[in-house]
């Protein structure tokens, strides 16, 4: 190899280091290159490198089997036994319970029908079996085939809070999430399988970007849309979820230290909002961004 072979196997081991973490502006300019050649240069590079990471993101255990969480690494094993232990089970199980108190005793209060909302990925559906097939890495395509499979167990006191709202005068049962359209019949079945759907609760998808968990809120409250149509406008008595985003709206809400500090100490936290604390994963790795 001559030395414009070596120089030019260089450059190109330099662009593709540089392409993981730079914007192409800057990379140019670090280079003394235009942007037009630069791209150039980085096209075939990228694009071997992007299939490579498209098939190894992708990449899943085959349907129906699961892979040990003792093959994960260590950090992400603790996760995994922590979600498990008693203490964490517990927490959910009181979580329920008295979400259960608090709503039954306003429900006694009501002269006509109510509902709670209840999320249902990690708040009555419990996914760490996902995270560990997939080594933690969220995937469409890997995500899709684990809610077809419909087989996700019940998130611990989830099942009991249920039967024993169901059994209070006006109460309606309904789940938000954000999982699609086209996801809904697998997740009534994962529901159904786990004793979590009655034959009079409702699930409410995502029908697209502006269909956002307030929208849907709204239309138990207000019976804004035709999914909400047969039913009269409802109070909603209690709010669970393992997000923010199951209570309120955070879409371009910048989080002022009083903004935070106001969110924290809100009065509907262990009154109307009942928290599932989810460590795998959730806005919070994000900033709420």
């Known amino acids: 190899m001559d030395r414009e072979d070596v120089m030019k196997s260089m450059k190109r081991a330099l662009l593709a280091a540089l392409a993981l973490g730079l914007s192409i502006p800057l990379r140019a300019q670090n280079l003394g290159v235009s942007d037009a050649l630069l791209r150039q240069e980085l096209a075939p590079i990228m694009s071997g490198a992007a299939g490579l990471a498209q098939k190894v993101s992708a990449q899943a255990v085959p349907p129906g089997k699961d892979r040990d969480a003792a093959q994960l690494p260590d950090a992400f094993q603790r996760l995994i036994k922590f979600q498990n232990s008693h203490e964490a089970v517990a927490a959910r199980v009181t979580v329920y319970r008295t979400g259960y108190e608090k709503i039954s005793g306003k429900a006694g209060r009501e002269t006509g ?10 708040t009555v ?7 560990i097939n997939t080594e933690f890495r969220f995937n469409p395509d890997t995500w899709n085939q684990w809610v077809m499979e419909a087989r996700a167990p019940s998130v611990a006191g989830a099942k009991e809070f249920l039967d024993k709202v169901r ?7 309904v789940f938000i999430t954000d999982r699609d359209d086209a996801q809904k019949a697998a997740t009534v079945q994962n529901l159904m399988r786990n004793g979590l759907f009655g034959p009079a609760d409702k699930v409410l998808t995502k029908a697209g970007k502006d269909d956002t968990k307030e929208v849907r809120r709204q239309c138990v409250e207000k019976a804004t849309d035709a999914r909400c149509a047969a039913d009269a406008p409802m109070p909603i008595l209690g709010f669970f979820g393992d997000s923010l985003r199951d209570f309120i709206e955070l879409h ?5 230290p009083e903004r935070t500090e106001a969110l924290r100490q809100d009065p509907r936290w262990g009154e109307s909002w009942f928290v599932i604390v989810n460590p795998l994963y959730g806005q919070w790795e994000r900033g709420y961004k």
């Not at 029908?113 to 990690?122: F, P, S």
């Not at 559906?125 to 996902?130: C, R, S, T």
């Open 252 to 256: 371009d809400v910048d989080l002022t």
């Open 125 to 131: 559906l419990d996914h760490q079996q996902y995270q």
């Open 113 to 122: 029908d109510w509902a709670v909302v209840l999320d249902v990925d990690d």
């Open 167 to 173: 059994r209070l005068r006006g109460a309606h049962v």
